[in-house]
Structures are given as structure tokens and as C-alpha cells.
DNA sequence: AATTATTGCTTGCATATCGCCAGCAAAATT
DNA sequence: AATTTTGCTGGCGATATGCAAGCAATAATT
């Protein structure tokens, strides 16, 4: 289960070990959505098969995109966070989301369109900064 | 060979269409490394084997991320082009350079490191923009 | 004009990954 | 003590990937 690095291109470096079906959709149900149990994962609006989701997030956590813990009251529920490294995948989310919205609401017109993303189409750092710091804040209310 | 959106999420309906082993691979070729023909994917340093790379392009053109064309003069090879969508990936391409460049060195230390991930690092924005012009005077001087 | 090389594929088959489903142990709740 | 919840594992068929061979059409070479 590690990686391997096709070339020393930067760009296809990333997509060896984020190009992956579902990788940034289980950061961004993290980021976005605040899913941080193996539950919330499952009952996500884009499901994913458990014994899949079980080999991702182990994948996730040997790269140190995300950290596994534990709430401190509870010894059964495994918590599921980004690191730094995870939270720095924002950037990448967000302008995905930003060329759906451009690109692919002709083909799929039923894209979520409210307030979020009209700052999202004005202002992409901004938007990703709050996101970002949106999680921050999460995660030191946490511990 | 059509796409089957999960939901309504502007973050993973990108990732239905572009979210792929090999998708973005094949763009960045396309627009990083100039390269345009069949024979051109199929040296890359990311070698695609030639009935995914078929697959993949044809896909491709389906989703008007790419063009196929020919040149004027030659009846036999054709030209993959991008087309403005295909275009307004850069930033996600450029992200993920941005990515890699800060948090996979350590894992893949070489990974490429000249005068352009200076650029960049400092200005992403500029980075992308120049690439983008390049490619769009390519296309021009083309026909 | 005939021969050879190149390009853009397709096909067959092996292997790897995905995806549904059932089940199950440990912890938590009742 | 019994039940439910959570986090997984394993079996098995379906789909996707990867390698190799082959092939027709065009282009280049002689």
C-alpha cells in the first residue's frame, strides 16, 4: 500500500498520490461537510464501499494527510482528521469546485448553486482561507 | 462510456469527470509538455498503455475538455488539442504542483526543482497565466 | 512504383481494483 | 444482561488497468 512515483514531474507527483477516485472526496467531506468517523463517512451522500473507505483512510493516514485519534471520552470511536498536509489540499478543492461551476453546469445543471458559491466564483483564497480556517478552529475546540 | 454524477457537490462532481488515474495525467502533457498526438502520449514518462490512453482521450473528447483534429497537411496523425475547458484546469494542474512542491519532497525528494517552481512558489496566479498564454499562442500559430 | 516505417488504433488475456453484502468483535447504551 | 452502535474484515462478481501482439491506412524512403 505505498506509492509510487511514476516520474519527478510536480504535477503528476500530486495525482500519484491523490488521483485517486475517491482520496479528495473523503478530504473534502472532511473539510467541507465536518465527517470525521468511520460512520459519517458511510453516510455520506457519496458512499463508499467500507472495506474501500478502511484501505483509504489507512492510505490517508500513511501519508500524513490524516491523523487518526480518538475522542478523549470515548475508546471505540476513532476520529478522523487533517494534518497540515491535508489541509493544504483546500486550494486544490476549491478550484475543482470553481471549474464545475464554469464548466460543468451545462452537463450537470442540478450542481449546488446558493451563497457559498457566489464567494467561491468572487473570491477563490478567500473562500479557501475561511474553509481552511473554518477547520482550524474545529480541531483546537476539540482537544 | 458517459459519467455518472453522485451528487449534487460542486467539490466532487469535478472529481466524476477529471478524477481519475489518468485524466489529469493526459492534460498536463497536453498542456506542460506540448505534447498533441497519439505517439506523443505513449512516450511520455508517464507511459499510458495504448488501449487506456484510446479510452481516456476519447473520454476526453466527449466531455469537450479536449479536440481531436488533424493538420492541414498530414491525413494520418491527428491532433489532440484542448479546448477552454480543458484550459481552465491549469489552476487545479497548478495547485497540485503547488502541493507536491511543499508537502511530497520529503517522500519523493526528486521531484523537479528548477527556475519555474521558483515562479511557482512565489506567484501561482502568474505561473498559471503564463502557462495558459503559451498554450493558447501554440494553438494560434497551429492554424 | 514498390518497399518500408510510422501512426493510431483494436483485441485478447492476465491482474488489480472496486463495490456490494454479510458478518463480527469490542465498546457503548439501554 | 441484552441490545445497539461503531469500525472494521472477507468473499465474490464486476469493472478497470496493463501488457503484448497485431493491423490497416498514410507517409516517407528508395
Redesign the interface.
Known amino acids: 500500500m505505498d506509492?509510487k512515483?511514476?516520474?519527478?514531474?510536480?504535477?503528476?507527483?500530486?495525482?500519484d498520490?491523490?488521483?485517486?477516485?475517491w482520496l479528495?472526496?473523503i478530504v473534502?467531506q472532511m473539510l467541507?461537510e465536518g465527517k470525521e468517523t468511520f460512520k459519517d463517512f458511510t453516510e455520506a451522500?457519496?458512499a463508499i464501499a467500507t472495506n474501500i473507505l478502511t484501505a483509504k483512510l489507512k492510505f490517508l493516514e500513511e501519508?500524513g494527510i490524516v491523523i487518526k485519534t480518538q475522542r478523549p471520552d470515548n475508546k471505540k470511536t476513532n476520529l478522523y482528521l487533517l494534518t497540515e498536509?491535508g489541509l493544504?489540499?483546500t486550494?486544490?478543492?476549491v478550484?475543482?469546485?470553481?471549474?464545475?461551476?464554469?464548466?460543468?453546469r451545462d452537463?450537470?445543471p442540478?450542481?449546488?448553486n446558493g451563497e457559498e458559491?457566489e464567494l467561491?466564483r468572487n473570491d477563490k483564497t478567500t473562500f479557501a482561507r475561511v474553509i481552511e480556517n473554518r477547520y482550524r478552529e474545529k480541531l483546537t475546540s476539540l482537544f
Not at 5 to 15: G, R
Not at 17 to 21: A, L
Not at 95 to 104: Q, T
Request: net charge neutral; glycine share 2%.
Open positions: 506509492v512515483f511514476k516520474c519527478n514531474c510536480p504535477f503528476t507527483s500530486a495525482l498520490v491523490v488521483g485517486d477516485k479528495l472526496v473534502k467541507i451522500d457519496e501519508m498536509k493544504a489540499l486550494s486544490v478543492l478550484e475543482l469546485a470553481f471549474w464545475s461551476d464554469k464548466h460543468l452537463i450537470h442540478t450542481i449546488v458559491m467561491l
